[in-house]
């Protein structure tokens, strides 16, 4: 069992970081941290402590960044399991034995996560607190599969797969993008079966250096890119799209899914504002005649609606309207806003 822990100037966390691996109920592992280049003591931490438990093994490189860390912390890897760990996260004591408990439970599973607890959370920061609510209400596989275009329902650093699987199907890689989103789009796209152990197993930080916060790969254009990519040569592809959400965050996703060749026909919105004109020089129809236009599309494919509205609170609502109609996620409408 191995916990791929990349740091980089992660001084003031690292420690109680590793404290709590070094608490696990499951002992037989290792803990490959790869030092990217820190310019604090982070490196030296890592030593010292190397040196008192030899499960830890250190990685001293250049900075790289993120990506090129976790890349060879995950090649260095040796056990079969490999369980992700952010520097400034608390393992809970149960963690890696309940993941690990999880693949047992469930043969075709792929990926083990968990819930996570926010710690020090600023109450400036209640957006984070509705977005983790949000994350730990994704459990079950179809829950997962449900929310994957939303956002990522599993926080990277709760994260647990076999190392066999995650070389298989190309380990984590730069694209742009934000790199563990599109990793676990990947794996999706591949039929990866995930879920969670229903327990909050890690305590997740929300400080002001995370990389969400400070890296253009994580921009709002960069996680649709992400999405559009894998949308299209997933549940969109070879089939008519209807784009329920004219507003801002519709036109965006659907900027980048024209790019990728996806037949979008048409918009679908309350605005009266909207309603009667284009959108990306597609019709912006009014809701009430979705289920028209669905049964009377004259490509002779039925088309899947995909809704795209950020607003809070419109997904659950545009979920109650598509479920009255008859409608079923992911089989004829998807959300991803």
Known sequence: MSVLLPVYDAASTLEACLDSLGNQTLTDIEIVAVDDGST???????DERAKADPRIRVLHRDHQGVVDA???????CRGRYVARMDADDLAYPERLAKQVGLFAADPALKVASCLVEVLDAAPERQGFVRYVEWVNSAVEAADIERERFIELPMPNPTTMARRVDLLKI??????????????WLRAAHAGWRMAKVPEVLLGWRDG???????DSRYSVENFLRAKSHYLARGPLAG???????????????SKHLLRHGVDLVGFVDIDQRK????????????VVELPALLDHHDV????VVLAAVSSYGARALIRERLNGWGLTETVDYWCAA
Do not use: F
């Open 239 to 253: 089939r008519p799209v209807i784009m329920w959400g004219a507003g801002k965050m519709g036109r965006r996703l």
């Open 170 to 183: 190309g380990g984590i890689r730069e694209t742009g993008w934000p790199e563990d989103y599109e990793l």
């Open 300 to 303: 002779g494919i039925r088309p």
């Open 208 to 214: 002001p250096d995370r990389l969400t916060r400070t």
């Open 70 to 76: 976790a890349q060879a912390g995950l090649v260095a």
């Open 40 to 46: 604090d003591d982070s490196a030296a931490i890592l």
């Open 275 to 286: 309603i009667g004109g284009t959108s990306r020089n597609r019709p912006v129809h009014d």
